[in-house]
């Protein structure tokens, strides 16, 4: 189903003359996340006076 609308899209939007289908890019962009709490309680602690 997916498959079909993103077809659908795809055509329509080089029939509106937004993109052309004659190449086709990939990219592998990764984006990686490696927080957690204790991270967060340690970055945000207030200092300590003395």
């Known amino acids: 189903m997916l498959d ?5 899209f795809m055509r ?3 029939k509106e ?4 289908l004659k190449e086709l ?4 962009t990764k984006i990686e996340a ?3 709490r204790y991270i967060l309680k ?6 300590s006076c003395g």
Request: aromatic residues 8%; hydrophobic residues 30%; without cysteine.
């Open 4 to 8: 079909e609308l993103n077809h659908q």
């Open 12 to 14: 329509r939007l080089e």
């Open 17 to 20: 003359g937004l993109i052309t």
């Open 25 to 28: 890019y990939i990219d592998g």
């Open 34 to 36: 490696n927080a957690n």
């Open 42 to 47: 340690q970055t945000w602690k207030q200092p």
